[in-house]
T-cell receptor, first 113, second 114 residues
Framework: AQSVTQLGSHVSVSEGALVLLRCNYS??????LFWYVQYPNQGLQLLLK??????LVKGINGFEAEFKKSETSFHLTKPSAHMSDAAEYFC???????????FGKGTRLHILP | EPEVTQTPSHQVTQMGQEVILRCVPI?????FYWYRQILGQKVEFLVS????????KSEIFDDQFSVERPDGSNFTLKIRSTKLEDSAMYFC????????????FGPGTRLTVT
């Protein structure tokens, strides 16, 4: 069975500082990996995804993530945090295309002025 | 840009009542999903639907739940006899079945069972 672990339910960073949100997954098959963002009272928006090919994936709003198979990790980073990045971030995995998505518990990102 | 829509945005119902949550997926998409998020918890898969039948369901999706695509545009989730623990945000999603691998999520329906 596949699962996702997100380290830290809350992360605080100063505006302009590096954002690093950690995600580890377990999967018996090569996974498809995703990061979704949820702003308050809104739905889930895809930030980026890894399917095949290049392991460093760039997404929207300046975010990127690197798939490291040896570490079973897919950490999300952004060089410089903005106040507008404050939201909940979900790492997710799927065993196949168009298959169910299995979400982590989420990390709430707080941006300090 | 096409988007998934859901109605209502908030539904309050009494325990034991039936509720129907409605979704309009993106028009050319072929795969449809329901997820739920209990307050403060993670998003959980309920059911996936393809070619007018359920393709997979989770253990949460028991006999009290059903899904339907009645008219080629709407995708509904019915809970026959609601329980307090059904209170959650319910998200509908759809995917195209092509190479994008992306599921597009609606804004959700907040269901409150009293």
């Amino acid at each position: 069975a596949q699962s996702v672990t997100q380290l830290g339910s809350h992360v605080s960073v100063s505006e302009g500082a590096l954002v690093l949100l950690r995600c580890n997954y377990s999967s018996s098959v090569p996974p498809y990996l995703f990061w979704y963002v949820q702003y308050p009272n809104q739905g889930l928006q895809l930030l980026l995804k890894y399917t095949t090919g290049a392991t460093l994936v760039k997404g929207i709003n300046g975010f990127e993530a690197e798939f490291k198979k040896s570490e079973t990790s897919f950490h999300l980073t952004k060089p410089s945090a903005h106040m507008s990045d404050a939201a909940e971030y979900f790492c997710a995995v799927s065993p196949n295309r168009d298959d169910k998505i299995i979400f982590g518990k989420g990390t709430r990102l707080h941006i300090l002025p | 840009e096409p988007e998934v829509t859901q109605t209502p945005s908030h539904q309050v119902t009494q325990m034991g009542q039936e509720v129907i949550l409605r979704c309009v997926p993106i028009s050319n998409h072929l795969y449809f999903y329901w997820y739920r998020q209990i307050l403060g918890q993670k998003v959980e898969f309920l059911v996936s639907f393809y070619n007018n039948e359920i393709s997979e369901k989770s253990e949460i999706f028991d006999d009290q739940f059903s899904v339907e695509r009645p008219d080629g545009s709407n995708f509904t989730l019915k809970i026959r006899s609601t329980k307090l623990e059904d209170s959650a945000m319910y998200f509908c999603a759809s995917s195209s079945g092509q190479s994008s691998y992306e599921q597009y999520f609606g804004p959700g329906t907040r269901l409150t069972v009293t």
